[in-house]
């Protein structure tokens, strides 16, 4: 740069914009498998909470209390009995995909704890693929990565 002139030539401005240009490329790269990794984190962590509430609601209250996931709407509804009162309302990310396997997900915690049905289902988050099992008897479940 001359030292008459004040200011930067088109070549040293091009330079400092695409040096940005490669930085904010590169950031936004690595910012994709955290983001599904989040998402995952996320909806494991919420969908146990609100199972544990649910078996927990059934339990104290000596009731049944039904899960009902929709994977058409991204939404899934806990309530006590068919038509009772709402305990949870919860829509979650439609990065989140949830699919039948071999327990409907339709199913209910009765008073005792237990499930009535038993089984898996399946939830794929970006391109990993997770296993939920309810376990038969006590209303167990648990995830595992396939």
Request: glycine share 6%; aromatic share 14%; charged share 20%.
């Amino acid at each position: 740069m001359d030292s008459q002139k004040n200011g930067f030539t088109l070549i040293e401005t091009l330079i400092v914009l695409s040096a940005f240009l490669v930085m904010s490329l590169a950031s936004s790269m690595l910012l994709k498998p955290t983001y599904n990794l989040l998402d995952s984190h996320l909806f494991f962590s919420q969908l146990k909470s609100d199972l544990f509430l649910a078996q927990q609601h059934a339990i104290s209250h000596q009731e049944e209390v039904t899960i009902h996931i929709m994977p058409e709407s991204n939404y899934y509804y806990i309530r006590t009995r068919f038509n009772g009162p709402m305990l949870v309302e919860r829509k979650y990310s439609p990065n989140v995909k949830v699919r039948e396997g071999t327990l409907n997900l339709y199913f209910q915690f009765l008073p005792d704890g237990n499930t009535n049905r038993f089984g898996s289902f399946y939830i794929e988050i970006g391109n990993k693929l997770y296993r939920m099992t309810v376990l038969i008897g006590r209303g167990r479940f648990y995830v595992v990565e396939e």
